[in-house]
């Protein structure tokens, strides 16, 4: 089969070479490529760990071959699913691999472009919020009357805070605060004025937009806490907004707010970050391994919290399934990169060069000379 190998020092490149079509574990699926999504961290973990690989975690497509102990889906499903990160078998390929309690069914009316959006981005926004933060779970909903906590979202143009928001709104949470572009249609159709959901432009500057939300909430108005998701995590973007939770706490909330971070290759350790602000570090490879790696930061102490984010994964892949069915969840919007896998080197490129801009590049795998589409 063909396979995309990324290079990404010393210029980001790719080549496609020829491999064996790989083999599922007991609890796997090899998956027939149709569409492959791209996220940043597959050019900025192998960049950092100086590797040469087929990074891509997004795939869609059907299933070809189930492992031994695979009882959810059978050969031909249409599914999407998460493939697991730095391990062979990624999704810039012919064929991928995929951990069936990471992978969901495409419903009828979703295609494989809009499949291949949905599946890292909505596991790292779900553990964030209701794994690290410990929000009540979208199938459960929160209560109507339960006390106020805000969410406030941080890059809610990009699509881990879009993926974050509609999960957000399935479990009931108000109002959300989204932090972002104005002109991102798709946060307009997401969000609720009636229940206090406002977008919040990022343009303005950090002092202009703390200023706002303190202003829209009120100090010390938020009696079940306060939480929050930096879903940018660069550049210091998490210190203005643990700034803003400090602003609306006070000195001395009930409830400790709590801020999500994604970005492993930071400390968190600013002097400007007010002491009563909880910073936890997301790493949505425990939706496989049930761990962290021990030099990651801002992790939880709690190890048998982590191990529960694998059945978790499986909850929650379950239920995007059967929401995507129903119309009650989507994916993000997206560029299709002409070119299948010799596309893959373009759509990286433009992602590092911080061209997405509130859409998702993906790759119709079969448009690659020399193979054939689902």
Same mark, same amino acid.
């Given at each position: 089969?063909?396979?995309?190998?990324?290079?990404?020092?010393?210029?980001?490149?790719?080549?496609?070479?020829?491999?064996?079509? &790989?083999? &599922?574990?007991?609890?796997?699926?090899?998956?027939?490529?149709?569409?492959?999504?791209?996220?940043?961290?597959?050019?900025?973990?192998?960049?950092?760990?100086?590797?040469?690989?087929?990074? *891509?975690?997004?795939?869609?497509?059907?299933?070809?071959?189930?492992?031994?102990?695979?009882?959810? @889906?059978?050969?031909? +499903?249409?599914?999407?699913? @998460?493939?697991?990160?730095?391990?062979?078998?990624?999704?810039?390929?012919?064929?991928?691999?995929?951990?069936?309690?990471?992978?969901?069914?495409?419903?009828?009316?979703?295609?494989?472009?809009?499949?291949?959006?949905?599946?890292?981005?909505?596991?790292?926004?779900?553990?964030?919020?209701?794994? $690290?933060?410990?929000?009540?779970?979208?199938?459960?909903?929160?209560?109507?009357?339960?006390?106020?906590?805000?969410?406030?979202?941080?890059?809610?143009?990009?699509? #881990?805070?879009?993926?974050?928001?509609?999960?957000?709104?399935?479990?009931?949470?108000?109002?959300?605060?989204?932090?972002?572009?104005?002109?991102?249609?798709? #946060?307009?159709?997401?969000?609720? %004025?009636?229940?206090? +959901?406002?977008?919040?432009?990022?343009?303005?500057?950090?002092?202009?937009? $703390?200023?706002?939300?303190?202003?829209?909430?009120?100090?010390?108005?938020?009696?079940?806490?306060?939480?929050?998701?930096?879903?940018?995590?660069?550049?210091?973007?998490?210190?203005?907004?643990?700034?803003?939770?400090?602003?609306?706490?006070?000195?001395?909330?009930?409830? $400790?707010?709590?801020?999500?971070?994604?970005? *492993?290759?930071?400390?968190?350790?600013?002097?400007?970050?007010?002491?009563?602000?909880?910073?936890?570090?997301?790493?949505?490879?425990?939706?496989?391994?049930?761990?962290?790696?021990?030099?990651?930061? $801002?992790?939880?102490?709690? /190890?048998?919290?982590?191990?529960? +984010?694998?059945?978790?994964?499986? /909850?929650?892949?379950? =239920?995007?399934?059967?929401?995507?069915?129903?119309? %009650?969840?989507?994916?993000?919007?997206?560029?299709?990169?002409?070119?299948?896998?010799?596309?893959?080197?373009?759509?990286?490129?433009?992602?590092?060069?911080? %061209?997405?801009?509130?859409?998702?590049?993906? =790759?119709?795998? =079969? %448009?690659?000379?020399?193979?054939?589409?689902?």
């Amino acid at each position: 089969m063909k396979e995309v190998v990324v290079h990404p020092l010393p210029t980001l490149t790719t080549e496609i070479h020829d491999i064996p079509i &790989p083999t &599922p574990a007991q609890d796997e699926l090899l998956i027939k490529v149709n569409v492959a999504g791209s996220n940043p961290k597959d050019w900025s973990h192998i960049t950092m760990l100086k590797l040469s690989m087929n990074s *891509g975690d997004d795939v869609a497509g059907t299933v070809e071959a189930i492992g031994a102990d695979v009882t959810t @889906f059978k050969i031909g +499903d249409r599914v999407a699913g @998460f493939h697991k990160m730095l391990t062979p078998g990624g999704a810039y390929a012919e064929y991928a691999i995929v951990p069936a309690h990471t992978a969901f069914s495409i419903p009828d009316n979703i295609s494989f472009e809009e499949a291949a959006t949905i599946p890292l981005v909505t596991l790292t926004a779900g553990i964030s919020l209701f794994r $690290r933060q410990h929000l009540t779970v979208p199938w459960l909903s929160k209560r109507a009357d339960s006390p106020v906590a805000p969410l406030i979202v941080y890059g809610a143009s990009s699509a #881990l805070g879009s993926f974050a928001i509609k999960l957000a709104l399935l479990s009931n949470i108000h109002p959300i605060i989204a932090i972002g572009s104005p002109s991102s249609s798709h #946060l307009h159709s997401l969000l609720d %004025e009636k229940l206090g +959901d406002q977008i919040v432009d990022h343009r303005q500057g950090a002092a202009g937009w $703390r200023q706002e939300i303190v202003t829209a909430l009120g100090k010390n108005s938020c009696s079940g806490g306060i939480h929050a998701l930096d879903a940018i995590s660069s550049d210091q973007t998490w210190v203005p907004l643990a700034q803003l939770l400090g602003d609306l706490a006070g000195p001395e909330p009930a409830v $400790r707010p709590l801020l999500s971070v994604v970005s *492993g290759r930071q400390t968190y350790e600013e002097n400007e970050i007010p002491s009563i602000v909880g910073i936890t570090y997301t790493y949505v490879g425990t939706a496989h391994e049930g761990a962290y790696r021990p030099n990651m930061p $801002r992790q939880p102490r709690d /190890a048998v919290e982590v191990r529960g +984010d694998v059945e978790f994964a499986r /909850a929650l892949m379950e =239920y995007v399934g059967r929401k995507l069915a129903t119309g %009650e969840f989507s994916g993000h919007p997206y560029e299709i990169v002409p070119g299948g896998l010799a596309g893959v080197g373009v759509g990286l490129n433009k992602l590092k060069a911080g %061209e997405a801009r509130g859409k998702k590049f993906v =790759y119709r795998i =079969y %448009e690659t000379q020399g193979i054939k589409s689902n």
